[in-house]
């Protein structure tokens, strides 16, 4: 009983270095963790009724529970598409020297974010856009056709910010299997085509899961574009419109904590079932090793 | 190695598809420069003449001096702040283990997978009832709930890439903790540092959800009121937003570009490999 306990906790690594992340942990903890549970707890107080009213008002009224599909009919479709082009892009692009010049021009809609991007497309999508303009003259449509102010405006937003982030996300990961697990492959004679299924599928799984995940959790939470470039009173009321509104237009911050606890359930629903389906695949290292 | 016509009929498939995005990106850019300086576009593939006089109007309209200098002092606040709370707790994760690590390293990782409107509508709730929600305060407070997290993880691979013999070395030599900081890690962490706080310079400048829930009518920055001049379109004319737009535009890529020099850009978009995910 005679070793101080200040050497002792300094033995499991707990001394006045380790207090140096006090000040982050602690910020993190009153502004996310904190605020959470408060949400939390504000969704069970609801403005009039019991405990679960404002979750029984949720679920039985469309005009609130059909948001939830509607932002799914949007988020799934974008993610798939912008993952499922995003593979074979990455396939490419690895192989590629100078790969600075593309992933830098793929930052830009990253960087520039969301508004700016509803901006320009709203100008660029209109009916006097040069899309419309390109797609008239080349013969392929009679009349402009109509891309904002609808479904088609946020879906096309989605894939301009959300293809750059999936892409150079998936792009990470292709880098990171080692390139001579496909040329053993290629030299027992596999095509390139089985080389991918074989090899390289297998191995992507894992990131691709995370990718999937981390893309679709953007594009379901998506907001301004759903305000400008679609019809946020119809088809593209997305669920935190009305999370928004409920908080921000009625003053009703216990509702709009509840649907906020809505958005968070089914995101971390949708990454728990994808992580699932995930297993299924192979797991290991992506690194050829000597074992 | 001989290549089949349908692998080479794919690769072409596969740079057009990139092409097709890249023109597209760049037309959309195009068309928000062009309108800005456009005195009438309607009905033609260019507009009719150009000006330059709906920046002034923007400037004026918008009251972008205002604007700006929000925007320059909370993101300079966010900066500040992220790399004092975020570089020093780097520094301890990448130095120690102990106890609960792990739960610490997740405590840090959620503020940056979950989207900022799921978990931003509780925090400006808590903000609002606080009584900072709707000042500069507000904003600055909320911008830091995803960037401290984002300079640790930038941070934690840097500092563990740098051998603790030298500090080892400086403290044999009788350097006390301030010198140590001051004189060893300081000059060493530099370009770690210098990478994480501008990629949060750019991050912040554009993030829009955080400081739309958390600012009051003196406290926008730059993209908020974007938002709030394109959501009511139509009451300016459209090259006065495009103006505006550009000007948005400038500031963010001309940090990017400042960035760029110093960091990979899937910096931007994926973090440290080692970050478990």
């Known amino acids: 009983m005679s070793v101080p306990l ?149 879906f096309l937003s989605l894939v301009i910010t959300g293809f750059p982030f999936t892409f150079l996300l998936t792009l990470s990961y292709v880098t990171g299997i080692d390139p001579a697990l496909e040329q053993a492959g290629a030299m027992l004679g596999a095509r390139a085509r089985a080389r991918f299924a074989h090899i390289v599928l297998p191995l992507l799984m894992p990131g691709l899961a995370i990718t999937f995940c981390l893309s679709f959790v953007q594009a379901f939470s998506v907001f301004p574009s759903a305000v400008l470039l679609g019809a946020p009173a119809g088809p593209t009321r997305v669920i935190s419109i009305a999370a928004y509104t409920a908080a921000f237009e009625e003053y009703d911050y216990a509702m709009a904590s509840a649907i906020a606890m809505v958005m968070a359930a089914a995101q971390v629903g949708t990454v728990i079932l994808v992580l699932l389906l995930r297993r299924l695949f192979y797991s290991g290292p992506v690194s050829g090793g000597k074992g | 190695m001989q290549r089949s016509l349908s692998e080479r009929l794919w690769t072409t498939a596969v740079w057009a598809v990139v092409i097709f995005f890249v023109v597209n990106l760049f037309a959309m850019i195009g068309t928000v420069v062009l309108q800005s300086f456009a005195t009438r576009w309607l009905g033609t593939w260019l507009p009719v003449a150009y000006t ?69 509508i509780p925090m400006a709730t808590v903000l609002y009832r606080a009584g900072i929600a709707g000042t500069i305060w507000g904003v600055i407070l909320s911008n830091l709930v995803p960037t401290v997290p ?66 009051g009518p003196d406290s926008q920055t730059l993209v908020v009121a974007l938002y709030y001049a394109v959501f009511a379109a139509g009451v300016r004319s459209t090259q006065s937003i495009n103006a505006m737009a550009v000007i948005y535009m400038a500031t963010t890529l001309l940090w990017l570009l400042v960035a760029l020099r110093f960091v990979n850009p899937t910096q931007i978009v994926t973090r440290a490999r080692r970050e478990g995910a």
């Open chain 1, 6 to 154: 200040r050497l002792r906790l300094a033995q499991r690594g707990l001394d006045s270095t380790t207090l140096l992340i006090a000040p982050a942990a602690l910020f993190v903890v009153a502004l996310f963790v904190y605020p959470f549970l408060y949400g939390l707890v504000l969704s069970f107080q609801p403005k009039t009724g019991g405990m679960f009213a404002n979750y029984a008002r949720f679920f039985s009224d469309p005009f609130l529970y059909d948001t939830v599909s509607r932002t799914l009919w949007i988020a799934v479709p974008v993610t798939l598409l912008n993952l499922l082009v995003a593979v074979p892009v990455a396939m490419r692009v690895r192989r590629m020297r100078r790969q600075r010049l593309l992933t830098t021009i793929l930052v830009i809609p990253i960087t520039l974010g969301t508004v700016l991007v509803a901006e320009g497309l709203l100008n660029y999508l209109g009916p006097q856009g040069w899309l419309n303009r390109a797609l008239i003259w080349a013969g392929l449509a009679d009349a402009p056709v109509r891309l904002v102010h609808n479904y088609w405006g946020v």
């Open chain 2, 150 to 215: 984002f300079v640790i993880f930038v941070m934690v691979p840097f500092i563990e890439q740098i051998d603790p013999r030298i500090e080892a070395a400086a403290r044999v030599f009788g350097a006390g903790t301030g010198r140590l900081f001051l004189h060893v890690l300081l000059p060493l962490l530099a370009p770690g540092i210098l990478a994480a706080l501008l990629l949060v310079l750019v991050r912040t400048i554009a993030m829009f959800e955080l400081t739309f829930l958390t600012a």
């Open chain 2, 52 to 120: 330059a006089r709906w920046y002034g109007s923007a400037w004026d309209e918008f009251q972008l001096e205002d604007v700006l200098l929000v925007t320059f002092q909370a993101v300079g606040a966010v900066v500040l702040a992220s790399g004092l709370l975020g570089v020093p707790a780097a520094y301890a994760l990448a130095r120690r283990e102990f106890p609960g690590k792990r739960f610490i390293m997740l405590l840090f990782l959620l503020p940056m997978l979950v989207p900022p409107i799921t978990y931003g």
